[in-house]
């Protein structure tokens, strides 16, 4: 489905769905498949690639000189956010939180090398971080161009709006039916996308959004809202109210980036069967969910499951030290 929105290339796309063979049989479950979205190969790659074609080019049509988000330290969309800045000549200042952590590792050694200004946030709200960096650049004569949380807004998550259907023609061409879609969701773009392209679409498998960081009822009105703007944005007459998603809220763990066992686990599994690098914080916590889930029988063998990788991998080595305790 062709989207009439400006957009910069910055990925590899259509990434490839591939068949998970070995891991499906020591799951003893359904049929797997991976939607490669780590594979997304900005500076490591992930689900924020598609997001910030959008919003590059929303920038770069605005005139900006500067842009601007926050996250986590270990943010992959502040990472990608950072990459793509550089590739579209603009400057960019990342709003992290809370402190600097000793050595940069992972995604915050990417945030540095590819040039981005970091600032952190400490105990105060990025929101009002983000606010007084964009002043500092106005003074300077910089127009700002403030990305939120995760890029989750109308205009980025119209890049899975776009990528839902990119899936289902691929599934279609293999002549594979997913009974369901299986990913991480945190600041909930991604699944207003998905859930908007498979409405659609006329998809009529289950879009099953694992949460990595809030309670259902929370998520799902922040999902429902994006999805309503990102239906308007890209011209779509297409309602999806919180009642109509499914977002599994049982796999939070002692919460959000925290690698407990059952991520540690599903790491080890994915990576041992088939050489499929997860990351610790979303997809790790969405292939426990789907470990757990096929585990307690709620998926069964005559299923079909698309695990979609939304990336990340780039934090696995930040934390070196909890994936390798025993
Ligand atoms: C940001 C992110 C997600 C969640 O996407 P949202 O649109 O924020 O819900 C999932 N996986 C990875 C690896 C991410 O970086």
Known sequence: MPIDAPRVRLGHLPTPIQELPRLARRLGGPR??????????????????????????DALQQDARTVITAGAAQ??????TAAAAARCGLRCVLVLSPRAPAAPNGNLLIDRLVGARIRWSGDRDPYTVMQEVAEEERSAGRRPYLIPVGGSNAIGATAYVAAMHE???????????????????????THAGLAVGARSAGYTGEVVAVSVARPRDELAHTVASIAELTAAFVGLDVRVGPDDLTILDDYLGEGYGILGPPEREAIRLAAECEG???DPVYTGRAMAALVDRI??????????????????????FAYATELLSP
Request: aromatic letters at 6%; a negative charge.
């Open 32 to 57: 797997l498949l991976v939607k490669r979205d780590d594979l997304t190969g900005l500076a490591t790659g992930g689900n924020k690639t598609r997001k910030l074609e959008y919003l590059m080019a």
């Open 75 to 80: 943010s992959n969309h502040a990472r990608q």
């Open 167 to 189: 899936a289902l023609e691929q599934l279609a061409a293999l002549g594979v039916e997913a009974d369901r879609i299986v990913f991480a969701s945190g600041s909930g773009g």
């Open 276 to 278: 499929l690098l997860l």
């Open 295 to 316: 585990a307690g029988g709620d998926y069964g063998p005559e299923e079909t499951v698309l695990f979609w990788h939304t990336g990340g991998t780039a934090a696995l």
